[in-house]
């Protein structure tokens, strides 16, 4: 396991965590109309609102030459993982706070550029039981691929 990956010319380093509540995150990256729209889709059930955020920001840099767009990453498939648990992805949270994503999680840089992201992950108190006191302490890891090799980012602590 190692503190970053380079696979495809893409690098990747996981700078900070932090763990939010649902309400500080929204307080911090979404506009007022966009967290009333969140709450009304959490409310009529078409969104499950996570407990808290976990929130990982990370550097992407795309290190190749190869001009291509075919490369790039799509966050929907990066995981957080910590012994037996998943954390999952949240795209509903994630275009607040990456607003030059425009809603997308997959993109690709142009070679030579470098960009911040910032990756909320839902942590929801049914799943973790009374280890969301401890969250902090857990020692996840971000898995960045699963084919053909697993490869793990570790979270710092």
């Known amino acids: ?39 009304e889709q959490v409310k009529n059930q078409n969104l499950w609102k996570p407990d808290k955020v976990y929130l990982l920001t990370v550097t992407l840099k795309n290190e190749s030459e190869d001009e291509s767009t075919e490369r790039g990453v799509n966050w929907s498939f990066f995981y957080l993982y910590e012994k037996n648990r998943v ?11 990456n607003r030059s994503a425009e809603g997308s999680p997959a993109l690709s840089l142009k070679p030579g550029t470098e960009k911040k992201f910032y990756l909320p992950y839902g942590v929801y108190e049914e799943r973790m039981g009374k ?27």
């Open 1 to 39: 396991m190692e503190e970053n990956d380079n696979r495809d010319g893409y690098y990747l380093r996981i700078d900070e965590k932090r763990i939010l509540s649902t309400e500080e995150y929204l307080h911090l990256y979404a506009e007022v109309s966009e967290k009333t729209e969140y709450d």
């Open 87 to 97: 954390l999952d992805f949240e795209p509903e949270l994630y275009r607040f706070a």
């Open 131 to 157: 280890d969301i006191r401890d969250l902090e302490k857990l020692p996840f890891q971000l898995i960045v691929s699963l084919w053909p090799v697993r490869n793990l980012v570790k979270v710092p602590d």
